[in-house]
DNA sequence: GCCAACGTTGGC
DNA sequence: GCCAACGTTGGC
């Protein structure tokens, strides 16, 4: 299976790619969207490339590489009811929502403002820049995810 | 903080 | 199964 490549929002108030790096890996969870279920459980693949993307912030921006280290496994914090993301709906043998484990690959020496995709026609079809567009974990093409390195200003890794 | 776009919920 | 109401996302 040819490696894969996801965009990653994330608000920085609230994990920020500079957390990401302090931990050097995390469980994405909290997602509580199907099409991104659907996307942890069928086709996010250990190694597969993960653009960090800051969101509802003064500058949103894609800034820096993650990958993809563990697969998708149950979310915990649907079971707990103190959790803000709780889901009561969702039992422990059949659990509803899923989480990857991500670890920290670089930051951009320059981070790439959205604002720049916007105006760059290369960019056209990218689904981040698409309007109404708010899935929080996306696919990206591999050329929209090499240029995005390059404007970045770190060559992709080979792996 | 506004609001457009979208997903989900629930009444019928 | 339609669709209005509601909640959330996220750029601006």
Redesign the pocket.
């Known amino acids: 299976m040819p490696k894969r490549y996801w965009l990653f929002?994330?608000?920085p108030s609230a994990y920020s790619l500079e957390d990401l790096e302090r931990d050097t890996s995390t469980f994405w969870d909290?997602i509580?969207?199907?099409?991104v279920r659907n996307s942890f459980r069928d086709d996010v693949q250990r190694g597969d490339a993960v653009l960090f993307?800051?969101?509802?912030?003064k500058v949103?921006a894609a800034v820096g590489l993650a990958k993809v280290i563990g697969l998708a496994e149950p979310d915990p914090t649907q079971f707990d009811a103190k959790a803000k993301y709780y889901d009561a709906?969702s039992k422990r043998d059949d659990p509803r929502w899923l989480g990857v484990t991500i670890e920290f690959v670089s930051r951009f020496p320059r981070p790439v403002p959205?604002?720049e995709l916007?105006s760059d026609e290369r960019f056209d079809t990218m689904l981040?820049v698409?309007?109404?567009?708010?899935?929080?974990v996306q696919p990206v093409e591999k050329a929209h995810f090499d240029a995005i390195v390059k404007m970045g200003g770190k060559a992709t890794k080979k792996s």
Request: glycine share 12%.
């Open positions: 929002k994330s608000e909290g509580r969207n199907y099409q993307y800051h969101s509802s912030c949103p709906g959205l604002e916007k981040l698409q309007r109404g567009q708010r899935l929080s």
